[in-house]
């Protein structure tokens, strides 16, 4: 079956880099396109980045562009998401999700799988 597993969160002072992994299993990443998404206590589950299957293609939201990095390691089956020059308003559980369709979409009602989420805290 679909299963999807985080790794990568923790704590990093304002200005500081993760990389985020997606390990998954029951599909291959040139089926199925990865998005990441972040929650924040209080607030909904946005959208922040997409992999598409086909080709790798990146899709960024707009607040994250130019500090994100989305990738991908095919042999490996796991999306990666680095994250730079982190801000406070960054903090939130991140999650990785995939969907039965090969386009990228960064709602999250387009996916139909998830995975458990990492933590990530920025504080000095």
């Known amino acids: 079956q679909v299963q999807l597993v985080e790794s990568g969160g923790g704590l990093v002072q304002p200005g500081g880099s993760l990389r985020l992994s997606c390990a998954a299993s029951g599909f291959t990443l040139d089926s199925y396109p990865i998005g990441w998404f972040r929650q924040a206590p209080g607030k909904e589950r946005e959208g922040v980045s997409c992999?598409?299957?086909?080709?790798?293609?990146?899709y960024y939201a707009d607040s994250v562009k130019g500090r994100f990095t989305i990738s991908r390691d095919v042999a490996k089956n796991t999306a990666y998401l680095q994250i730079n020059s982190l801000k406070p308003e960054d903090a939130a559980i991140y999650y990785c999700?995939?969907?039965?369709?090969?386009?990228?979409?960064?709602?999250?009602?387009?996916?139909?799988?998830w995975g458990q989420g990492t933590q990530v805290t920025v504080s000095s």
């Open positions: 999700a995939t969907r039965r369709s090969r386009g990228c979409r960064l709602g999250p009602s387009h996916y139909d799988y």
């Open positions: 992999i598409s299957a086909r080709d790798g293609s990146p």
